[in-house]
């Protein structure tokens, strides 16, 4: 196996593992809060990434334009899929360079779609908030969060 190939595997389980047991590198002390109020809080933290969040926004009257791209690009790609196997099933042997071109357009495609897709969804885009009575960007956090505030669950929306 490649070393780079290694190294992303390796990276890629530790983000996993970090973010399923909730590990943090430098952890602060928690918002305290009574019992009786515990129960009814969320923990809210101002937007942190405003270029990224913005660049998404930018990117949204273009969504539909990428998915119709996106479709069309996997539809070419079924295709030339389909062609190289007809093309084998004729000549009754197994060719492999006919599938040499619809492979690397299967590759470039998951990767493209990968990076429009991290463009589009940032992280904040799945824990944005609007707060009754707040104005700005908020998204939602834990209690141990840099800016977290707790407010009335019943006045946070999605």
Known sequence: MK???LFAIIMLVSIVVVVSFGLQLSPNAPIALSPES?????YICPTTSPFWDGFA?????????LVIGLFF???LLMFSWGWAL????LSDS???????????MTKFTF???VIVLLFVMTPNYYRTVKVDGLSGEYVLCESDS???????ADAVHG
Do not use: E
């Open 38 to 42: 515990a129960a009814n809080a969320l």
């Open 73 to 75: 690009v996997v539809m």
């Open 57 to 65: 926004q930018a990117l949204i009257p273009f969504h539909r334009y």
């Open 3 to 5: 070393p780079l190939m």
């Open 94 to 104: 197994f060719k492999r360079d006919s599938f040499k071109k619809p492979w690397q």
């Open 86 to 89: 007809y093309q084998n099933l």
């Open 146 to 152: 840099p800016g977290a505030r707790a407010v009335r």
């Open 111 to 113: 990767w493209v779609s």
